[in-house]
């Protein structure tokens, strides 16, 4: 790399949440600059005023907060390149068009939106659905190219409506190298003369993307492999402008594919799959509809994060779980896949439960406490983290603690249909009998001492743990399953392990 610092920019379009794919290339963006001791800048691209939506700005600052990739420069926390919203950069533009139209590389168009649809299906009746405003057809267009020079002068001076296009050249390789793909070849043939400004006075993207890179003094775009097309024309305007020798380097970044068969991941597959495919939950300000967010849903951010960076990444070793730091250390470019890269939900889940054993039992009885208030439950520090070491095994989230542990926090007030029909019977209801008298005589009640209890029972009665230990959970706890039942009962305590053998010897068929 050269000396050049490092300055990177994420420039999403406020037009709804941000999808996960953008997430990543923001993480993607975050990592680059961090390990290289660059800059993040947050770029508010709100070019198309028709598209804006008035909470996305805000919802995408606090997505980027979440996962603790915060921007060093943007609107919300300053920067010596701002603004950094393009609505409030929009009196820089205009020149930047006029430049290109005064060097030939640009001209006005006045073609109406009529105008363009009545060529676009003549051309479609003609054999050509695709027709483009190019390097041959602009010739039988309205424009600075095929009018007189007074007559655009008039026009002009009229106030008539008009775009200005970029004029691109015939037959003319574009070549740029891509840090991801290689190198990219694109002839002009295959380009449009896209529009650079508009009739309401605003840039269109490619030309602010332009500007703002070059004053912002971008060194590196990575970015979705949606602008890979884009990519050419753009390469273009640095040459047009001049400014090829500080011209940032390209990155693409695979696209994020569904789980299930091919293409881009969207919104409707997480519906239909069951995982949410923002960051945070987004309340649409028209319809007041709420699609669902890993932050409500329970997931870390360090393991929505490390699941993030691993598609269309990995550090070439087995290490699977990365911190943000960690992060930071190994990232890599080269590292990056020109493949796209499938969303695996159970592989989220996955990171959310690593993620989820790494935390102390005490950390977790601390973040239980919210949903243990939500259901009016209350219970000591200990009791709670006693709830969570036998627990956690089991849980993928905080919350699944306590759905798989209700047990323990409440006697059972029903019991598990299965267990009852197979395993409950005289036999069964004698043991327990049986073993809540000899509980009653232990003066101390540790797992260990439960355990010893509950063996020389066995013996005592030569029978095997298969006959006991089912119908002795079914009492204590109402299930058919979960983890040792000598932990379960030394943390209930003598009086409630024997309170609810008794409540079941009631309330079962006898
Ligand atoms: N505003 C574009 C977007 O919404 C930015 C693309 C780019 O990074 O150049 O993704």
Known sequence: MSNRRVRVRFAPSPTGPLHMGGVRTALYNYLFAKKHGGD??????????????????QYIIDALNWCGISPDEGQSVGGNFGPYRQSDRKHLYRDYADKLIASGHAYYAFDTAEDLDRVRVMAKKAGTPNWQYNNITRSQMKNSLTLPEAETKARLEAGE??????????????????????????NTNNMDDKVLFKSDGMPTYH???????HLMEISHVIRGEEWLPSAPLHILLYQYFGWESTRPQFAHLPLLLKP???????????????????????????????????REQGYFKEAFVNMLAFLGWN????????????????????????AGAKYDHDKTKWFNQQYLRNYSDAQLADLLLPTLEKNQISATPAFVEGVVALIKERAYFVEDIFTEGAYLFS?????????????????????????????????????????????NYLEAKETGFGKVGPGFRLAVTGKGMGPSMFEICALLGKEETLKRM???LEKLPA
Not at 43 to 56: G, H, I, P
Not at 162 to 179: A, C, G, S, T
Not at 417 to 424: F, G, I, Y
């Open 40 to 57: 993040f800048i947050l770029r508010v691209e709100d070019t198309d005023q028709t598209r804006l939506v008035s909470s996305a700005e």
């Open 161 to 186: 409506p008009y775009v200005i296009r970029i004029k691109l050249p015939r037959n003319e390789e574009v070549k740029f190298e891509d840090l991801i793909r290689g190198w990219v070849s694109v």
């Open 207 to 213: 030309l602010a993307n332009i500007v703002d890179d």
């Open 260 to 294: 299930d068969g091919n293409g881009k991941l969207s919104k409707r597959d997480g519906d239909r799959l069951g995982f949410p495919v923002f960051p945070l939950q987004w309340t649409d300000p028209e319809t007041g509809n709420i699609s669902s967010g890993y």
């Open 315 to 338: 550090p070439g070793t087995e290490q699977e779980l990365f911190s943000l730091n960690d992060l930071i250390e190994s990232f890599s470019l080269e590292r990056v896949n020109k």
């Open 411 to 455: 006697a059972p007030s029903e019991y598990d249909e299965k267990t009852l029909k197979k395993k409950w019977n005289a036999d069964a209801r004698a043991h327990v009998e049986n073993l809540a008298e000899l509980f009653a005589n232990l003066s101390s009640f540790t797992a260990e001492d439960l355990e010893n209890c509950f063996k």
């Open 502 to 504: 008794q409540h079941s």
